[in-house]
């Protein structure tokens, strides 16, 4: 099979909303009046960013949600994408499980695949994503205020907790291990709480490297800094009110390092973390119920700069947790 047979049979559909989809040498977005275009690009790396066994299917969902993920934490609508593809060789099966997740997901969020490039050489996804926004309506990383709520959608952690234990590093139980790679492999885009947050948040950006790294960009932008209670946000992974206290994994307080690492600077959690002022607090609320999304208050923004953690008595939590950085 030939490239362009490749296209024609995976990734070539009619578009609906672009003015030009894939065939030519470029495609065309038409935005509507009023709205400026987000754009936003990922590339997934074979053994940096998934294993070489995942599925295929939860591959191509993977590698769109990253992406879509960005359009949510700017508060855009998806429109389009682009796919640039290296394939060390044609594998049908593995393109049609690769082609079908991709493009359920792109079905579910309205979002067209309207062109790109595919080559030969070691697997390389690289997804460019494109969304629209009401012009000055866009969440940005510079609007975090001093008294502002920090917020965080989901829950944090399973990703990382799911990553140890495929690396061998710890011991899960097979039902647990399979709810937690699902976050993994397979995260959610939280795009409706993205749009749902428009007028209210004052920053925002998602969680994909660690909260703490990840939330100290929206520090550096704003010129502010934070207090981040630990006590709150170690009660958001999942996975220890999923296995309960069915074996002694998190029931010890030696388990506390790990939570606190997968929870604090984790990665590949895909969850949005973001600002509002108290009085949004109900505003707040309706954004998550509204986008059936769950969010939980873990912290303040602070004048003082820098990142501080406290515990529940409001004492400092010392930590050396690291988040992920691909040149470190």
Request: aromatic share 6%; hydrophobic share 45%.
């Amino acid at each position: 099979m030939g490239e362009f047979d490749l296209i024609a049979r995976y990734f070539t559909r009619p578009v609906r909303h672009a003015a030009l989809g894939v065939g030519d040498d470029c495609a065309l977005l038409a935005p509507r009046p009023g709205m400026q275009l987000a754009v936003s690009s990922d590339m997934l790396v074979e053994g940096r960013h998934f294993f070489a066994d995942v599925d295929p299917e939860a591959l191509g969902h993977k590698a769109l949600a990253v992406n879509l993920s960005d359009l949510a934490a700017c508060g855009a609508k998806p429109m389009a994408f682009t796919l640039a593809l290296a394939l060390p060789r044609v594998d049908e099966a593995w393109l049609a499980g690769f082609s079908r997740g991709l493009l359920a997901l792109a079905d579910a969020h309205g979002c067209e695949l309207v062109g790109g490039d595919t080559t030969q050489g070691p697997l390389n996804i690289c997804i460019t994503v494109f969304g629209e926004v009401p012009a000055g309506q866009a969440l940005l990383r510079s609007g975090a205020r001093a008294g502002d709520d920090i917020y965080v959608s989901g829950t944090l952690g399973d990703a990382r907790l799911a990553l140890e234990a495929l690396l061998g590093h710890i011991h899960l139980p097979n039902d647990l291990l399979a709810q937690a790679r699902l976050r993994l492999e397979r995260p959610t885009p939280r795009v409706a709480l993205g749009l749902a947050l428009r007028g209210i948040a004052s920053s925002a950006m998602d969680v994909s490297d660690g909260l703490l790294g990840d939330f100290a960009h929206i520090l550096k932008a704003s010129g502010m800094g934070a207090c981040i209670h630990a006590h709150e946000t170690i009660k958001l992974i999942a996975a220890s009110a999923y296995l309960s206290s069915a074996t002694g994994l998190f029931d010890t307080q030696s388990s506390a390092p790990l939570l606190h690492q997968c929870t604090l600077a984790g990665g590949d959690d895909y969850e949005l973390v973001f600002t509002a002022p108290p009085a949004h607090r109900a505003a707040v609320a309706a954004a998550a119920a509204q986008s059936q999304t769950p969010v939980a208050r873990i912290g303040q923004v602070q004048a003082e700069p820098g990142l501080r953690l406290v515990d529940a008595q409001g004492q400092p939590v010392e930590h050396r947790f690291a988040s992920f950085d691909h040149f470190a």
